[in-house]
């Protein structure tokens, strides 16, 4: 026996949710979809799972074949499977969230299928059910940065503390206080000051640091203390 009898047959999508931060405004990476329904119409970055892929290997394709991006952090997020969630067949819809630096690889964005980065809160409506997970995607990824240094993986190597207190402001849509957020990431010694400055800002400038992934699992939980309790982002 080859195949399972009397079961339907049904597709299965991977789609990627690609958070990306420019130094100032966490943003959205969208493409236009190339084929009907809803062609021409902004969409996150999806495929089709084929035979021979796993979930994952499936989804550095889709990433690389439709942005030109690769070798970037990626996570599985959950299953999107309402069965009127795609007007032509059953698809079920395995997604992931993806977080670059968008400076780093704004050069291998591919134009073919011509991707924009939006502010989050701009972003066009999407198709099918693809603004639910763009919103669990967020809450995921609060709930990680909460937990984990994922929020890194949108910095440079060298980053200023006014760019990591704008990316924390970005990802949880709330101000932290300036100083209290400065001294409380300092108290972590998570945290590694470079010698050079960032003087795109003002004439005076604000130093780098580097993350030291060395401090990861010892000093963490003091460096994310200035975040909301995360069991508040899966309710």
Not at 121 to 135: A, G, S, T, W, Y
């Amino acid at each position: 026996m080859n195949r399972y009898s009397k079961q339907t047959r049904l597709l299965i999508a991977i789609d990627c949710i690609i958070f990306g931060f420019d130094g100032e405004n966490l943003k959205l990476l969208l493409i236009h979809r190339a084929f009907e329904p809803e062609m021409g119409k902004w969409s996150v970055v999806g495929g089709f799972l084929q035979p021979d892929e796993s979930p994952e290997n499936a989804a550095a394709r889709i990433l690389k074949q439709l942005t030109g991006l690769e070798g970037v952090y990626m996570e599985q997020l959950e299953a999107f499977g309402n069965p009127k969630r795609d007007p032509i067949e059953r698809v079920i819809s395995i997604t992931y969230f993806a977080l670059i630096d968008i400076k780093k690889y704004t050069e291998q964005l591919s134009e073919e299928y011509r991707p924009e980065w939006f502010l989050l809160k701009e972003r066009p409506e999407l198709i099918f059910d693809h603004n639910e997970m763009v919103e669990a995607a967020l809450k995921k990824l609060r709930y990680k940065a909460a937990l984990h240094p994922v929020l890194f993986e949108l910095l440079p190597d060298k980053f200023t503390l006014p760019q990591l207190q704008s990316l924390y402001t970005a990802v949880y849509d709330t101000e932290f206080d300036k100083r209290n957020f400065s001294r409380k990431v300092l108290s972590a010694d998570l945290l590694i000051k470079q010698q050079e400055k960032d003087k795109e800002g003002s004439k005076k400038g604000a130093f780098y640091y580097m993350l030291d992934k060395s401090q990861y699992k010892d000093k963490l939980q003091t460096f994310v203390n200035f975040v909301p309790t995360p069991d508040n982002f899966l309710l």
